[in-house]
């Protein structure tokens, strides 16, 4: 079996919940994999919150340079959220020659040169697939079994709490705040839930997978972005008496040769596959000049989908060791 040590950098609810998948299918992992992965430090300042997971006091530090010299640690996994620090502390992991995992797409999309650039300079992996769409595996997808292709257009639902609150109202006619409250509750939500109403989360996933699928390096800000957070009960029902609902799309096409991008809400008809896609849900449509269309659809949020992408990242490096 072989042994591989990984630091935690952040406890949260994503924290805990790539701690439970990793704790919850440790023996198949073990059986498919022969990997025996230990989470042996764990920078976090709340080491008495009851995670409902068993997480030895030792390991907690609020050192993070303790990670970084470790010389037994070879993946950091980053689940802090925010730019910062969390992009100084992945820079210092990679330059201290460790691998890092991270979730945190407002890092990745501010920072993605910096961050690619420490990785290939010092011969480490730098893996980011639990940052756009949560348990959806689309950036691996993106950029290994689908590689032979010339991508045209992306269109799709990236945000777990938006699509949550659109469902509520649309569904249960639950007001706005109601929901909102639910989706914070369920773990679905930014630290800061205005990143996911006003739609900013999305401009920095919209970002990572134009970087990935088109090559085209955008800050999220420079997208143009419009989130839910005016969206009223009147708005819903009128989108109903046309026969749609209303979802927060990302797209990216080209016409006329150029490629555009928008995020936007909008009416889907009720008879299209993304007005079906409900509550943390998200999907992504892929067009490949090869492949033709491909739909992805998976929990876009939460604790286990995202803990569950955060683990196949960290294997995939294992595994490489
Ligand atoms: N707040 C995000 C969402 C988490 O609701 O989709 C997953 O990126």
Redesign the pocket.
């Known amino acids: 079996m072989k042994r591989v040590n990984i630091g935690l950098l952040g406890m949260g609810n994503?924290g805990t919940g790539t701690y439970k998948t990793l704790e919850m299918n440790r023996a198949g992992i073990e059986a498919r994999t022969g990997l025996d992965l230990r989470i042996t430090r764990i920078l976090e300042i709340d080491t008495e919150r009851d995670r409902g997971v068993s997480v030895s006091k030792d390991s907690f530090t609020q050192d993070p340079d303790s990670i970084f010299s470790d010389p037994e640690i070879s993946i950091v996994i980053e689940l802090l959220g925010g730019v910062e620090p969390a992009t100084s502390f992945m820079l210092a992991a990679m330059n201290g020659g460790k691998s890092v995992v991270t979730?945190n797409?407002a890092a990745v999309a501010a920072n993605y040169e910096a961050l690619t650039e420490a990785a290939a300079k010092n011969g480490v992996q730098f893996r980011f697939e639990?940052?756009?769409?949560?348990g959806i595996p689309i950036l691996t997808a993106l950029t290994g079994a689908l590689l032979a292709n010339e991508y045209t257009e992306i269109m799709g639902i990236?945000?777990?709490?938006?699509?949550?609150i659109l469902t509520k109202m649309t569904q249960e006619g639950r007001a706005y705040e109601e929901a909102l409250a639910e989706?914070q509750a369920k773990g679905?939500?930014?630290a800061d839930?205005t990143?996911?109403v006003e739609g900013t989360?999305?401009a920095n996933?919209l970002a990572i997978l134009l970087s990935l699928a088109f090559g085209k390096r955008v800050r999220p800000e420079e997208i143009p972005t419009k989130g839910i957070s005016q969206i009223t009960k009147e708005d819903i029902e009128e989108a109903r008496s046309q026969g749609c609902v209303i979802k927060l799309i990302a797209s990216a096409f080209y016409a006329d040769g150029k490629l555009k991008y928008f995020i936007s809400p909008t009416y889907m008809h009720e008879t299209h596959p993304l007005a079906g896609v409900s509550n943390?849900f998200?999907a992504v449509f892929v067009k490949g000049n090869a492949v033709g269309e491909l739909m992805f659809y998976g929990k876009?949020?939460?604790p286990l989908p995202?803990g569950s992408a955060v683990m196949g990242d960290v294997i995939e490096i294992a595994r490489s060791l």
């Open positions: 994503i979730a797409k639990a940052s756009v769409g949560g990236l945000n777990g709490t938006t699509n949550y989706a679905f939500a930014e839930p990143a996911d989360d999305v996933k943390e998200n876009g949020a939460g995202t």
